[in-house]
């Protein structure tokens, strides 16, 4: 268990004192938003290409609005999502390859919005996580919350939330043994909160989970992440190439660096693809 939560960290060029473990992205998404509690009134603005945990958080246990900016030909403008945040912007959130189109997003240049407008920037990193770099130094988040499956290989019910220095102190929404530092003295009466993320951990984790998450993570770094960048750049480019040449629609940006390795297209009775694509034993999404 610790040792994921220190492969974890090393994904992020980050330190192990800023990792729970989750369950899953939306795992960590919901804890993400009960350190910040938005108050009534607040909002929380994120793109149209967003998946559903990014949002229904906010919407449905805290009540506070999510604002979205229109995506153009399958992108987010950093420039229309700063437009939407005010002084009742509580947090800005945005997926690092977003699930709706497969779109890269800057992170750098979400960053410098955050900062200006002196609000938390909280990343999905599940599509792209161990394809992608991310470096927590570059991005600053105040939360990135990622799944051990995908592109980190590892089996689903696993996942992480990285919390930035300055929420480490927060109260936990829930509290279980194992966020005690001293849960070895056996004291009903007094929990000793760790003074690092562990203080949001609970109780004791999906360990079988643990043990397939770090069979994923080594991998990952048995192959190289580089290697495995170049390749699916290579089959992406040859996915987009050989669907422009019969004419079907690409909604993923073309650009290699608004890409990683989701591509979407639009086509008619998309359905009807669906099952025939299905039963030649070609899997997609729909």
């Known amino acids: 268990f610790e040792t994921l939560r220190e492969r974890f960290a090393a994904l992020l060029h980050a330190h192990a004192r800023n990792i729970v473990v989750t369950e899953s992205t939306t795992a960590g998404i919901n804890l993400a938003a009960q350190i910040l509690r938005p108050a009534p009134g607040a909002n929380i603005v994120a793109s149209d290409l967003e998946f559903m945990s990014d949002t229904y958080p906010w919407t449905v246990c805290h009540s506070a609005q999510v604002r979205f900016a229109q995506s153009r030909c399958g992108k987010t403008e950093p420039r229309d999502l700063a437009a939407l945040i005010d002084e009742r912007t509580v947090a800005l959130i945005v997926s690092a390859v977003a699930a709706g189109s497969g779109f890269r997003s800057n992170l750098v240049d979400l960053r410098e919005i955050a900062k200006r407008h002196g609000i938390p920037l909280i990343v999905d990193a599940a599509q792209a996580l161990g394809l992608v770099n991310v470096d927590v130094d570059d991005v600053q988040p105040a939360f990135l919350a990622c799944t051990a499956s995908k592109w980190l290989m590892g089996p689903a019910g696993v996942g992480f939330l990285y919390i930035a220095d300055r929420y480490l102190g927060a109260t936990p929404p829930s509290v279980g043994w194992f966020a005690a530092a001293n849960r070895g003295d056996w004291d009903l009466e007094h929990c000793e909160l760790y003074e690092d993320a562990r203080r949001f951990q609970g109780g004791i984790p ?19 992440r580089d290697f495995i960048e170049r390749r699916v750049r290579q089959l992406t480019d040859y996915a987009i190439e050989g669907l422009e040449g019969i004419g079907v629609d690409i909604w993923t940006p073309r650009s290699a660096d608004e890409r990683a390795g989701i591509v979407f ?16 034993r070609i899997v997609c999404g729909s």
């Not at 043990?211 to 990952?220: D, E, H, N, Q, R």
């Not at 297209?265 to 030649?280: H, S």
Request: charged residues 15%.
């Open 265 to 280: 297209f639009r086509t008619p009775n998309d359905q009807r693809l669906f099952a025939t694509l299905k039963a030649e």
């Open 206 to 224: 999906n360990l079988i989970g643990v043990v397939g998450a770090l069979a994923g993570i080594a991998l990952l770094e048995q192959i190289g």
